[in-house]
């Protein structure tokens, strides 16, 4: 039977630098209801369930079909994209929703995924093909290698897997997996090969690969299921090969 | 060796980056503290903390991980095949300890062999542990569990170890005693000690086990998901094997080993009387 009235709790801050305080919600059950529509629905009145008029939650969405990662926050203590947490599939109670832990807060459920964006530009996390002059078509890829790389190539930098990483925290270098997944993508791209070398050498570093403690979260909590830890073997392997190389002067 | 020109390239990139942060951008940019119990003391420390291509750091936690199996995961195997000895009796034991203490160059193959290792993996295990935000209570998934013990065995042999050497290697009783098994054996007769010792041979046993498990992933020797979870599977069987070498070479300190006589070698008796004597000293 479905709820008459959804309960929310949600943790609100007002600044990056604020602190924060629970707010609790009760608004009428419609339905296929997701946890945005919910959100949604309080900003039409932003009354908090003991009748105290409060400010509209914040929070931040884009594709609202689970491409763009730009939702993701914690829903009932899980990371989630919350345009696809679908208020009727979730048990009955209230629904709790915090904004990311391992990201600095914008406000309320906005959180700053900054962090995993410059850690995309350290382990250059692209395929250079700028120039002066055409270079041609590339080599061409088998497909079997297109269907795995296409695994790798949906990650939307959602953070989920950062979220529940228990090495990227913030007293570790640790630059954590999805930037990690991204150069198994590249380095596996026919054109992105020749630069292997180069993103092998950024996550050799403090917080690169070797930082990775196989704790194995982030693959049980990708919303894509990327083989993240596949991706940490393989780089395992191509980090060795690629440090002995060096060690014994290739 | 003077750096790649692409390391130079990655670092001059990194300070421009920094340079950006010091300056009007992270000033203006009002997320700099994040409250909530969240220690990130500042956002950009966060970004570029990871000093780019630190061979020196690649090779030392790569090193950690070498020790961790070779040579110490293989002196475990041998101090546990010893110890065994003790299911054969007071004398078969005493006779396998003195032999060690007989081979060539034995100060330098115990400090090389032994010493060195555990204490540069154990100093670097310890910094390592402290970068660990464990989140089990969040994320309880089975592999969590593993990664968790992984660091807790390995506080807890930090502590055993410690203890454990004390009261044996570097105590001039045992050193002096006319049987190193009687010495044990007296010892383990406290309930204390020999919990002790049982909750350190297990885990030894699990940081082992479970160890080469991560040393598999690290190294590359597993990477399809499949190849990992048989990797998984085959740690834990160690960690099992282990554990009941381990506490049945310790039960034989106290009389009560176990020696089926299923284990024995048929021709045994050509070598002498294989049969339990565990009781008989
Ligand atoms: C003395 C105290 C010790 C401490 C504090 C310690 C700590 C650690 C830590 C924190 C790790 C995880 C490393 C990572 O995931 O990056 C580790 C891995 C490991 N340790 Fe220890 N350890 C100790 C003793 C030992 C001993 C006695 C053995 C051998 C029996 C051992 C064998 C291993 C192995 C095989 C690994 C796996 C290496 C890898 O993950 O690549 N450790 N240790
Ligand atoms: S790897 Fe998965 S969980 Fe991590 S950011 Fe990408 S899509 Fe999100
Ligand atoms: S395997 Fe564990 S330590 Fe490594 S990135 Fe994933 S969650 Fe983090
Ligand atoms: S709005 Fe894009 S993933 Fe939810």
């Not at chain 1, 890829?141 to 959602?158: G, H, I, P, Q, V």
């Not at chain 2, 750091?57 to 095949?81: D, M, N």
């Not at chain 2, 930090?158 to 054996?185: C, E, G, K, Q």
């Not at chain 2, 919990?195 to 082992?208: D, E, M, P, Q």
Request: hydrophobic residues 40%; aromatic residues 10%.
């Amino acid at each position: 039977m479905p709820r008459q009235k959804i309960e929310l709790r949600i943790r609100r801050q007002d600044s990056p630098t604020g602190s924060s305080r629970w707010e609790e919600f009760s608004i009428p059950w419609q339905p296929s209801m997701n946890v945005i529509s919910c959100l949604m629905e309080i900003r039409k009145n932003p009354v908090t369930k003991q009748g105290q008029k409060t400010t509209p939650v914040h929070w931040e969405s884009s594709c609202l079909e689970e491409v763009c990662g730009a939702c993701t926050m914690l829903v009932n203590g899980k990371p989630r994209q919350s345009c696809t947490a679908l208020v009727d599939n979730m048990p009955d109670g209230p629904i709790t929703l915090e904004p990311l832990t391992k990201f600095p807060v914008v406000r309320d459920l906005q959180v700053d995924r900054k962090p995993m964006f410059e850690a995309l530009k350290i382990v250059k996390a692209w395929v250079p093909i700028d120039g002066t002059y055409d270079l041609g078509p590339g080599p061409k890829m088998s497909a079997a290698d297109a269907e795995l790389n296409y695994a790798f190539s949906r990650c939307m930098t959602c953070g989920c897997c950062m979220e529940v990483c228990p090495q990227y925290n913030s007293h570790s270098d640790f630059i954590g997996p999805a930037p990690l997944a991204q150069v198994r993508l590249f380095n596996a791209h026919p054109t992105g090969r020749m630069n292997a070398h180069e993103r092998l050498d950024a996550i050799m570093g403090r917080g690169g690969i070797v930082d990775c403690g196989n704790a194995q979260n982030c693959v049980e909590a990708c919303p894509k299921e990327i083989p993240l830890t596949e991706a940490f073997g393989d780089l395992g392997r191509q980090t060795t090969v690629h440090w002995l190389q060096s060690l014994f002067g290739k | 060796m003077p750096p790649r020109s692409n390391e130079i390239e990655v670092r001059a990139r990194g300070i421009a980056a920094r340079e950006l942060l010091r300056g009007g951008w992270s000033e203006s940019f009002a997320c700099l503290k994040v409250p909530r119990g969240l220690r990130w003391s500042t956002y950009k420390e966060r970004h570029f903390a990871m000093k780019v291509s630190d061979r020196n750091y690649f090779a030392l936690k790569k090193l950690h991980s070498l020790t961790g199996v070779v040579p110490i995961g293989l002196f475990l195997l041998e101090h546990f095949f010893t110890n065994s000895k003790a299911l054969q009796g007071e004398t078969a034991f005493n006779n396998a300890a003195a032999e060690l203490a007989r081979i060539p160059y034995v100060g330098l193959v115990e400090a090389a062999g032994i010493w060195a290792p555990i204490a540069f993996h154990m100093v670097l295990g310890v910094l390592i542990a402290t970068t660990s935000q464990a989140n089990l209570g969040k994320h309880g998934y089975a592999k969590n569990w593993q990664y968790t013990l992984q660091r807790v065995s390995g506080i807890v042999l930090v502590f055993y170890i410690l203890f454990h050497t004390w009261m044996t290697r570097f105590d001039a009783n045992y050193l002096s005693s006319p049987s190193a098994y009687a010495f044990v054996a007296d010892q383990l007769k406290s309930p204390g000690i020999f919990a002790f010792y049982v909750v350190g041979i297990l885990s030894a046993c699990w940081h082992l086990g479970n160890g080469l498990f991560g040393f598999a992933i690290h190294w590359g020797l597993v990477t399809s998901r499949g190849a990992q979870r048989n990797a998984s599977r085959l740690a834990m069987a160690a960690f099992i094997v282990l554990s009941l070498v381990g506490i049945n070479s310790l039960l034989a300190f106290t009389g009560r080993g176990i020696y089926p006589d299923l284990l024995t070698k048929p021709h045994g008796a050509e070598h002498g009387p294989v049969v339990y004597q565990g009781g008989q000293h």
